[in-house]
């Protein structure tokens, strides 16, 4: 079975160009989650979704992000504009219903310059 | 809010040696624990996950255990192996459907 897909694997691109990572998750997962990795802070929870619905987005850290999920196979993470603060590893994982593991993507390693 | 402590951030052991690793919360309500393992430049590797009810879970040399009112869980790991050098991450699932990580302790396993 095909884990949670994540594109692109790395992305280098210059301050103030809009970033867009995707994110295609497990078929029959119902839950999405987007996390950023970095050494000071570890592994954050950006948002997550429940059947295609945004749950919790108080993780996001401004309003230059924004993510979207338009159907169950496709999520998207949006930076606009991008700053030199915002390299870091983002990882998508998604699970189903309930108290189960969540399965994670090989993450995208972005370097805003 | 839920905070999760790992310790030691960093350990190096000799091949064959039986290790544990430590994970510390401050919120006893959570659903579950989850230990993961991460390899350079990859993503998480679920191990083993406690639902709350359980005291542990195991899988061929790796053992978790957890104490909901004492806010610990510990992974042991037996007869340790080259192959087992790598971060591993511990995480509390509370409410809202929201997974709380430590830091991670960076384990090196020397031949």
């Known amino acids: 079975d095909a884990g949670v897909i994540q594109s692109p694997r790395h992305e280098v691109t210059e301050m103030g160009q809009e970033v867009t990572l995707r994110c295609k998750p497990i078929s029959g997962h119902n839950s999405l989650f987007w996390y950023r990795q970095t050494m000071m802070r570890g592994l954050e929870l950006l948002i997550y979704?429940?059947?295609?619905?945004?749950?919790?987005d108080s993780g996001m850290p401004e309003d230059r992000f924004s993510a979207k999920m338009p159907n169950a196979s496709f999520s998207t993470l949006k930076i606009q504009p991008s700053e030199p603060r915002d390299s870091a590893v983002y990882f998508c994982?998604?699970?189903?219903?309930?108290?189960?593991?969540?399965?994670f993507g090989d993450g995208t390693r972005l370097s805003i310059l | 809010k839920q905070e999760v402590t790992q310790i030691p951030a960093a350990l190096s052991v000799p091949e064959g040696e039986n290790l544990v690793l430590n994970c510390s919360f401050t919120d006893s309500a959570i659903y579950n624990l989850q230990w993961f393992r991460q390899d350079p430049g990859k993503g998480l590797t679920s191990l083993l996950l406690i639902q709350s009810s359980q005291r542990e879970q195991t899988s061929g040399r790796l053992n978790a255990s957890l104490d909901k009112s004492s806010g610990r869980s510990t992974l042991y790991i037996a007869a340790s192996q080259p192959g087992d050098s790598a971060t591993y991450l511990c995480?509390?699932?509370?409410?809202?459907?929201?997974?709380?990580f430590g830091g991670g302790t960076r384990l090196m396993v020397k031949p």
């Open positions: 994982a998604s699970k189903v219903e309930g108290a189960q593991p969540q399965h």
């Open positions: 979704f429940n059947n295609n619905v945004p749950i919790d």
């Open positions: 995480a509390a699932l509370n409410a809202g459907n929201m997974l709380t």
